[in-house]
């Protein structure tokens, strides 16, 4: 995938320059193109939490986070999960960066109502 190598390209560099963090966004589909897998927000990967336990592999220094993490799309459980199994990779590397997203648009990618889960 040529989105993830640019990424690996680019956490290896952070972390050799003595960088702070790297972060990492997930893009959302839009529901009517998930087939053609085009970008409704620009940027980001499908799944953060595997491409960070990959840069964890990679780098030494860096923090490893998510730019923002739509929580109401999230499963709790699956998430905490990830989130444990990428800070003990890593060695406690790990920043999360949470938030309930920009509107609807996100919310109908997953068939969700921004209304009853946002409140």
Known sequence: MKVA???THLYRAVDQRRSASGLV????LSASSR??????FGGGLPSPWTFLAHAAALT?????????????????VRLAEDVSDVDTLSGGRVEI???????????AVFGRDV????S
């Open 25 to 28: 966004q997930r893009h959302l």
């Open 60 to 76: 030494r220094r860096i923090r490893l986070a998510t730019a923002i993490t739509l929580l109401p799309l999230e499963d709790p």
């Open 35 to 40: 087939t053609s897998r085009v970008m409704l």
């Open 97 to 107: 960066g949470v938030g309930s997203g920009a509107g609807e648009q996100e919310y």
């Open 5 to 7: 190598g640019r990424w």
């Open 115 to 118: 209304a009853a889960d946002v």
